[in-house]
């Protein structure tokens, strides 16, 4: 069965460390990859995303995720993490049919908070 | 510019009413989409549309029914709500359905909470 699973509910870390968020997922073909951004009462706001290539992908705001097939991985990271970046964090998958993504498939998200 | 809008952005309402929330797009996309993020913030699809034509019910209740007057719009109407109906909606849109990858990345509207009594 296709799904996403963020091990980490929360996760604390100081303003200026690094932060490495978790996804595992679990799907039959290539996967189509994402990270997503939401804060509080917030939409969700897209940081990056894996298609195919380059297995190391840039996204916005200083974030970059690392597909790893042979882990079925697909980790967020942050050099130094701003108060700003305080916030809830999904990963997810494009389920396809027919070559088209018609939907995405959630984990259950990971909530960052950044101590002073 | 808002590329996804919902509106309202917050609905309170009395269990048994009919209510609708409507999502509109700016970007051109030929595809509309309607999740529900429950109260422990899972996100779950419920339909889809490409081009006005329905692509995924995603075995929602039939009380939930979504309109698609044309490609930029895609609203929900709820009949006889219920307390588990509860939740926060979003809509989203992408750009093409069958056109390959680059187009299927998804865009999200701010998000509309019912609250039912």
């Known amino acids: 069965a296709q799904s996403v699973t963020q091990p980490d509910i929360h996760i604390t870390v100081s303003e200026g460390a690094s932060l490495e968020l978790r996804c595992n997922y679990s799907y039959g073909a290539t996967p189509y990859l994402f990270w997503y951004v939401q804060s509080p009462g917030q939409g969700l706001q897209l940081l990056l995303k894996y298609f195919s290539g380059d297995t190391l992908v840039q996204g916005i705001k200083g974030f970059e995720a690392e597909f790893k097939r042979s882990q079925s991985s697909f980790n967020l990271r942050k050099p130094s993490v701003h108060w700003s970046d305080a916030a809830e964090y999904f990963c997810a998958v494009g389920a396809r049919r027919g070559g088209a993504t018609n939907k995405l498939i959630f984990g259950t998200g990971t909530l960052l908070a950044v101590q002073p | 510019d808002t590329a996804v809008s919902q509106t309202p952005k917050y609905l309170v309402t009395q269990m048994g009413n009919d209510k609708s929330i409507k999502c509109e797009q700016n970007l051109g996309h030929d595809t509309m989409y309607w999740y529900k993020q429950d109260s422990k913030k899972f996100l779950k699809i419920m339909f889809s549309?490409?081009?006005?034509?329905?692509?995924i019910n995603e075995t929602v209740p039939n009380r939930f029914s979504p309109k698609s007057p044309d490609k930029a719009h895609l609203n929900l109407h709820i009949n006889s709500l219920e307390l588990g109906d509860s939740a926060v909606y979003f809509c989203a849109s992408s750009q093409a359905y069958l056109r390959g990858p680059s187009t299927d990345t998804q865009y999200f509207g701010p998000g509309t909470r019912l609250t039912v009594l």
């Open positions: 549309y490409n081009n006005k034509e329905l692509i």
